[in-house]
């Protein structure tokens, strides 16, 4: 089976990392599944939200190391890691930029370049059994994958560097209680919980959302002016836009809203 899968139906998109018996570990075929998959999703007029989530115990055991190993006795290794990090670097890339929203579930063991991949999407859900292991140093590498970009925008350098350094393991509730994640769900309610958020996401303003986006992910650590003139060139885009006047007559109607 592939190890990834994509599911489309309607304005919703679900990519499945789908190798449980291997540990949903990352290598260059899950690499370039995954960046294809993506990029479906990217020229799909019709998708507004995707969700990110994987079957069985692990989120994502990190780096394939069987496949590196191969690498290296073939000699192959450093043009393997070149593609494999081009093609990651360009996913992670996609996912993050990208207007449509991109929700992750990590329902368990989540490593490596596991983590990057699943603080790339938006909204971060974790459950009970999610668990985030750096990995990084005992293999003798560095992170990949915007892992350490995303611990170290949420947790600050001290958390960073102590979490990297030290090969840190960051459970799920760890994880919400420091901002790591965005929402803790209990195991036993991360299916309705997922679909709640899901349905919300799909049914709200595309534009707003996508542009709201963009603003908060291009605005971090921007000079207080040139934020305050994103926000100003956002609102007159939507303004000029059909959701905010159908948002406006809505809420004076006191019903709920129905964007087009």
């Known amino acids: 089976m592939a190890p990834v899968i994509l599911n489309k139906q309607g304005r919703r998109a679900e990519i499945v990392f789908n190798a449980p018996d291997s540990g949903n570990v990352y290598g260059l075929e899950t690499a370039r599944l995954l960046w294809q998959a993506v990029q479906e ?10 969700l990110l989530r994987s079957r069985g115990r692990l989120f994502s055991g990190g780096g394939d190391i069987r496949s590196f190993q191969q690498a290296i ?4 290794f450093p043009r393997m890691i070149e593609e494999f990090s081009a093609t990651l670097n360009a996913t992670i890339l996609a996912i993050r ?15 490596g370049v596991g983590i990057g991949l699943a603080l790339a999407a938006d909204i ?13 140093i005992g293999i003798g590498t560095v992170p990949d994958g915007g892992s350490s970009y995303a611990v170290l925008q949420a947790l600050g350098l001290p958390r960073a560097l102590d979490f990297f350094l030290t090969n840190g393991i960051i459970d799920g509730h760890q994880a919400a209680e420091i901002g790591l994640v965005s ?4 195991a036993e309610k991360a299916e309705d919980e997922v679909e709640k958020l899901l349905g919300r996401l799909e049914r709200g303003p595309a534009a707003a959302l996508g542009k709201t986006k963009k603003l908060l992910r291009q605005g ?20 000029a836009g ?6 406006v007559a809505a809420f004076l109607a006191k019903r709920p809203p129905e964007f087009p």
Request: net charge negative; glycine share 8%.
């Open 124 to 136: 971060t859900l974790v459950t009970e059994n999610a668990k985030f292991v750096a990995g990084y």
């Open 97 to 111: 930029g990208m207007d449509k929203i991109f929700v992750s579930l990590v329902d368990g063991g989540c490593a």
């Open 183 to 186: 929402r803790f769900v209990a």
């Open 220 to 239: 971090v650590n921007r000079p207080l002016p040139e934020y305050l003139e994103m926000e100003r060139q956002g609102i007159i885009s939507c303004a």
């Open 73 to 76: 006795a073939e000699n192959d």
């Open 41 to 50: 999703i990217r020229w799909d007029k019709e998708v507004r939200v995707v």
């Open 242 to 247: 059909e959701e905010m006047p159908a948002g």
